[in-house]
């Protein structure tokens, strides 16, 4: 560990634990110095053991290489590898000097062997240096959020300069997860390419049901660390363990009592109705749902930006829906409405020559958010 500092936002422990003591929820322990568990579409943290702590992440950090790479790179290019990668110390894909690979490969042996020598060939790659690489991560992890981040290499080998949180991990596996790519690749348990037959690192995928990766991390200084992400009933949660010895079992017991105490409510469903007004029902022009312990309940107000007087077409953005938890906002969904709206009565014939009311056009609206 480097340096803790208080973390700014306990609110979540402190209600994980009032439901414990109501004898709501099974207790949840982890063995980790520092731990997150978040809901990953909201970002709700529903646990956590000294979040905000500045410690070693190891290979973890080999998300965030992943990361820049897919954004900055082409899977398809050609990578020649570099003597410096070749010889990079520690856990290895075993590349050989001037070998000639593609970055996607590059990118299974980053994540599944956990390859240091692969880190090395990536940022020299997409970086044009392994500090302009750098670079990029540090700018990538403030554009996440990752305030008590900083990268010094990527590949995770200790440096004082070379720390992160709980959280911000929790922030950086919210956005891979939200790459197609990473997420499959970093799913894969087992990948044969170009003659080499890669196993992933990450025993989750194998002991439980609805892992969806993401990264183990070890050196001596920073211990055990992992970062995971699973899936039941719709709803994902992002579980991070630093300086933990028992890590596959407090990622599963973390799952187990987010997915029990914190159910996600759906309060809007896309192309579906969440009010009406006045006889005109209100369309959800997007999904919303947060993450809600027992006795917890969101109150949803409509706040209308127009008046709902005719001609108006179905699909047209009338205002939004506010969703908000002991008086604080959590989210919002824009509001569409689902039918024509005529004319007031006696505008029909001035409106004659531009407003018909089209039935086909409401139900392919509808059809479209459905």
């Not at 994980?16 to 109501?22: G, S, V």
């Not at 820049?68 to 570099?82: C, F, Q």
């Not at 105490?261 to 009010?275: D, E, I, N, S």
Request: proline share 3%; with cysteine; net charge negative.
């Amino acid at each position: 560990m480097l340096k803790t500092f208080p973390f700014r936002r306990a609110g979540a422990l402190a209600l994980a634990l009032a439901c414990l003591l109501a004898g709501r929820v099974r207790a949840v322990e982890v063995s980790a110095s520092a731990a997150v568990l978040m809901d990953m579409d909201s970002g709700r943290v529903l646990y956590e053991r000294n979040a905000g702590a500045r410690m070693l992440i190891a290979s973890t950090t080999k998300i965030l290489t992943a990361l820049v790479a897919i954004r900055d790179g082409n899977l398809s290019d050609t990578v020649k590898v570099s003597r410096e990668a070749a010889y990079t110390e520690g856990s290895s894909m075993y590349l050989k000097e001037g070998e000639e690979l593609t970055l996607e490969t590059l990118l299974y042996g980053l994540l599944l062997c956990s390859g240091n020598d692969a880190a090395v060939a990536v940022a020299e790659h997409v970086g044009g240096s392994v500090e302009g690489f750098v670079e990029r991560m540090n700018e990538t992890a403030l554009e996440l959020g990752m305030e008590d981040s900083s990268f010094a290499n990527p590949n995770g080998l200790d440096d004082e300069e070379h720390y992160s949180t709980a959280y911000d991990m929790a922030l950086l596996a919210r956005a891979a997860m939200g790459n197609e790519t990473l997420v499959r690749i970093a799913s894969t348990r087992t990948a044969t390419i170009g003659g080499r037959t890669m196993t992933n690192h990450n025993k989750l995928l194998r002991y439980m049901d609805g892992c969806l990766g993401l990264k183990t991390g070890y050196t001596r200084a920073a211990g055990r660390t992992l970062v995971s992400c699973a899936e039941r009933n719709g709803q994902r949660l992002i579980a991070v363990t630093l300086q933990d010895g028992n890590d596959w079992a407090d990622h599963q017991s973390l799952y187990d009592y987010g997915f029990s105490a914190y159910p996600a409510k759906r309060m809007a469903q896309l192309g579906h109705k969440v009010a009406e007004e006045a006889g005109i029902p209100l369309i959800a022009a997007d999904s919303f749902a947060w993450p809600l312990a027992q006795g917890e309940a969101l109150e949803t107000s409509v706040k209308l930006e127009r008046d709902l007087t005719g001609p108006l077409r179905a699909g047209t953005r009338v205002g939004k829906a506010v969703f908000s938890l002991n008086g604080k906002e959590v989210g919002r969904v824009g509001l569409l409405i689902g039918s024509d709206i005529s004319p007031p009565p006696g505008e029909e014939a001035a409106s004659s020559g531009s407003w018909k009311p089209e039935v086909e056009t409401a139900m392919t609206v509808l059809r479209k958010y459905r």
